[in-house]
């Protein structure tokens, strides 16, 4: 779909970004004395190594699995054009349904578990929805919209847990347990890798297949590349932009919900601790491709994972270092242009050899 | 004397591996119209971005006056006194004519509103382009916002000034005004250099003329030892055939028909006013008409989802006014937009996700649930071969094709499916030469296969030659049609204007 020169460029570009980021943090760990060298060892030993009583490497899996739904959820809406950032509030619905439903419904499991993973993806399509129609038909900016869908959702969210939802027992703000049978199995004893993880990536290579093998991944490329283009074509694109948004609006609502099922069990203030966001980073730092997506939501999860269990436990050095490498990637990424003629020039080296052999012929 | 002298220019552009500019030399006289012409890509702002500091050249030297000059950037050319108006303007919508002439040379950077609405005043009157110098930008036509360009560079003292393509923006009724300004600084001691490729405006205006190929001069011609044949040949390498060559048409049955088709704006502005007519297949039906006079909603219409107040629109009989695009592509039409770099092509895309706009949900392109990837590069080679797109390839980006070559990526794809009527827009809008010939030639061939053509053009021209009848618009009114001997440009041009032919 595109030729091998961009090709080149568009992996080395967010790889340059991941360096920088890297550089940077490294320097900052010099900073507080510790080697960066060791440091660098313990982050990687503690994010994706295979040692200790749970390997981490399965803690990342599992922790990535959210991050790679909301970044496909993201990543669809960048597909059709369309920066809905709507995710966060999403992911948070389908949780409350699953926490609600997991928590009231009393029928077997069999029965119990597709129903409420179907309703959270209602629930998170709805969301999809309003701000897709919004933006259609009457030109309101998706992103406004779905900022303030987003500080609703935190709001219902305190509202539910601190009064309808709340468990009896304990002081904090938090829904009841759901239903044990509903919980869904773990592959490793306490690494929240589980089932969750394999519903991700199949999604993955659904929506892989979808975009780039089918007409309606056709119809959703052109829409976003061009939208008259598409019109021109006899695309309907309005339709293909609700429909998209409400998809995207479905996996987000189903990371939610997988998170409550397989992980927390339960719903409580804070929960998403901007899940939501992470899933856009991801989508651009995985350049809206689904391989990307799958790469990056494992390296962030890593790095998290790393940070806290490795730098603040064993190092002592503040966990919050994960946070400011993952920042700082984020950063090179948004000033690519800053940097970019010299990875070009380091991509391109070849072809310019090429170039001057030819001329002195 | 000389103002400019080329000695030896050469640039190479490594990453696309273009030859820009090979070895150019020659001058430019002082007070001189100097137009350089040639095909897309043949180098010329390539060399005119040398000239103005844009660009820097591998080798070769430039010599202002007689002597060698280092023109590093912009600036420094403004200050040898060589402006340069790009084809895109530069202005601040925002401020005011006189504003965007002095920004950034302002009297000891303070604003002198009553001095300064003089000094602009004067200058343009002087220059022989009126502007009014209170207006605000973002209200003045297009032709109005040149001029501030052009003051723009007269303000600085500029005495060499570089147009490039200048009347590529201008209406056909603003260029001959246009053409006159530009004598006027000519006599007044100014030295211009007018980069075109349409021949006719060449030998309008220039003095001298320098035609450029592939990076090369092919040659300097005095205006009265040449003519538009010549330079055509010259532009192109070949034999340029004006004349297209067609036969008589034989019309078969109607294809398309209009049948009182009224019009409004959503402001309710009337845009077409009971238009009936009708295009049989194997004839090509011309709509002439200055723009805005309401062939846009017409086409919009016909070809897109435009919805119109009353009448009928058939294609074969069917009624299609208001129907879903992909609807009308099925019954046979095909569309050649106006504008293929926004509409008619996907710049982002490759070929083949170009090739099959229109058709994505035909049984051809699709094996049950996948897209017939298989089918679609074959069918997008042959595309290629048969057209002769030059430079493509199927997973190619088609952002780098001329624009010659777009068209027939639009037109390759538009015919593939034999429609029965084709609707084309300005077909040859911003083409070279030798790129028009091959679009009317292709136009004619598909008449001749018994297609039903409308086409709408703003080119006379081009009406005149490949039109079998013609429908002339004005103020949204079909004004007149016109047939056989009676299509020439005088018959057309009064009902442009709103003659009718019984007042004639």
């Known amino acids: 779909m595109i030729n091998g020169k961009s090709i080149k460029l568009r992996i080395a570009m967010p790889a340059a970004a991941l360096i920088l980021g890297i550089a940077v943090a490294v320097l900052l760990i010099a900073l507080t004395g510790v080697s960066p060298l060791s440091a660098l060892r313990v982050l990687i030993d503690s994010g994706f190594g295979f040692s200790g009583r749970v390997a981490p ?75 897709a129609f919004l933006k259609v038909k009457l030109g309101v900016n998706e992103i406004i919209s779905s900022i303030m869908l ?37 592959f490793v004893q306490g690494s929240r890798f589980g089932i969750s993880f394999i519903i991700g990536v199949l999604l993955l290579a659904f929506f892989f297949m979808l975009i780039w093998k089918t007409r309606w991944g056709y119809k959703m490329r052109m829409v976003g590349e061009n939208i008259s283009f598409a019109d021109y074509g006899g695309v309907r694109s309005s339709r293909v932009i609700i429909l998209t948004l409400v998809v995207s609006g479905a996996v987000a609502g189903l990371a939610g919900c997988l998170e409550v099922l397989g992980n927390y069990h339960r719903i409580m203030t804070g929960f998403s601790s901007g899940l939501g966001f992470d899933g856009l980073s991801v989508a651009m730092l995985g350049l809206s491709h689904p391989v990307g997506v799958f790469i990056v939501a494992l390296l962030l999860a890593g790095i998290r994972q790393g940070a806290q269990l490795g730098l603040q436990i064993s190092l002592s050095i503040p966990r919050e270092l994960g946070g400011v490498l993952i920042a700082m990637v984020i950063f090179f990424v948004a000033i690519e242009n800053a940097y970019k003629p010299f990875v070009e020039r380091l991509v391109g080296g070849r072809r310019r050899k090429d170039a001057r052999e030819k001329e002195a012929k | 004397m000389e103002a400019i002298r080329f000695d030896h220019i050469s640039k190479y552009y490594p990453s696309t591996g273009v030859q820009a500019s090979d070895d150019i030399s020659f001058s430019i006289e002082e007070g001189e119209i100097h137009a350089i012409c040639g095909e897309n ?40 006194g060589i402006g340069m108006v790009h084809q895109h303007f530069m202005l601040v919508d925002s401020f005011t004519a006189a504003e965007n002439v002095l920004l950034g040379i302002e009297d000891k950077g303070f604003l002198n509103k009553s001095s300064e609405r003089e000094y602009v005043r004067k200058l343009s009157e002087d220059a022989g382009m009126p502007i009014d110098p209170d207006a605000p930008v973002y209200a003045l036509p297009v032709g109005q916002l040149q001029r501030i360009e052009i003051l723009k560079m007269l303000a600085r003292n500029v005495k060499i000034l570089i147009l490039d393509e200048p009347t590529a923006v201008l209406t056909p009724y603003e260029v001959g005004p246009f053409l006159e300004t530009l004598r006027k600084l000519a006599d007044s001691g100014h030295t211009v250099i007018f980069i075109s490729h349409k021949l006719q405006e060449v030998m309008d205006a220039a003095d001298r003329i320098t035609v450029m190929r592939q990076g090369k001069v092919v040659g300097t011609k005095e205006k009265k030892d040449t003519s538009i044949p010549e330079l055509a040949d010259m532009m192109v390498g070949r034999k340029v055939l004006f004349e297209v060559e067609k036969k008589p048409s034989v019309p078969g049955d109607t294809i398309l028909e209009l049948k009182d088709v009224t019009m409004r704006s959503h402001r309710g502005r009337l845009l077409a006013d009971k238009v009936s007519f009708s295009v049989r297949a194997g004839e090509i039906y011309g709509i002439a008409g200055v723009s805005g006079n309401g062939q846009e909603a017409l086409i919009s219409a016909i070809a897109e989802d435009a919805s119109i107040e009353s009448g009928s629109i058939l294609l074969n009989g069917k009624e299609i006014s208001g129907h879903k695009i992909a609807e009308k592509r099925a019954l046979g039409m095909a569309y050649v937009p106006e504008d293929r770099m926004t509409t008619g092509l996907n710049m982002a895309a490759d070929f083949l996700d170009n090739s099959i706009i229109g058709f994505q949900d035909s049984s051809e392109m699709n094996k049950g649930l996948f897209l017939n990837r298989e089918h679609i590069t074959e069918r997008a080679g042959k595309m290629i071969d048969d057209y002769q797109i030059r430079g493509a390839s199927v997973d190619g980006s088609v952002s780098a094709l001329s624009g010659g070559n777009m068209q027939k990526v639009v037109l390759a794809r538009e015919l593939s499916a034999s429609p029965c009527l084709l609707i084309v827009d300005q077909p040859t809008r911003g083409l070279d030469v030798g790129s028009i010939e091959f679009v009317h030639r292709m136009l004619i061939r598909e008449r001749d296969k018994g297609v039903a053509i409308l086409l709408l053009s703003v080119e006379l021209d081009e009406i005149l030659s490949l039109s079998d009848r013609v429908g002339v618009m004005c103020r949204g009114v079909l004004q007149g049609e016109l047939e056989g001997s009676d299509i020439n440009e005088h018959s057309i041009a009064m009902l442009m204007v709103g003659e009718t032919e019984e007042g004639r």
């Open chain 1, 57 to 131: 490497f399965f803690i990342t899996l599992g922790s990535a699995t959210p991050l790679m739904l909301t970044g496909l959820a993201a990543m669809l809406g960048f597909k059709v054009g369309v920066f809905c950032i709507a995710q966060e509030c999403q992911y948070v619905f389908g949780a409350i349904m699953a926490a609600w439903l997991g928590a009231s419904l009393e029928l077997p499991s069999v029965i119990a578990v597709p129903f409420i993973i179907l309703c959270a993806i209602v629930a998170g399509g709805i969301f999809g929805f309003i701000p």
């Open chain 1, 150 to 186: 987003n500080n609703t959702a935190t709001l219902v969210l305190e509202y539910l847990v601190a009064f309808p939802l709340r468990a009896d027992a304990g002081q904090k703000a938090q829904s009841e347990v759901i239903e044990r049978s509903y919980w869904l199995p773990e």
């Open chain 2, 41 to 80: 890509g043949a180098g010329k702002s390539t060399l005119m971005n040398i000239l103005f500091g844009l660009e820097k050249p591998d080798s070769g030297s430039v010599f202002i006056r007689g002597a060698e000059a280092a023109i590093r950037s912009p600036s420094d050319a403004i200050s040898m």
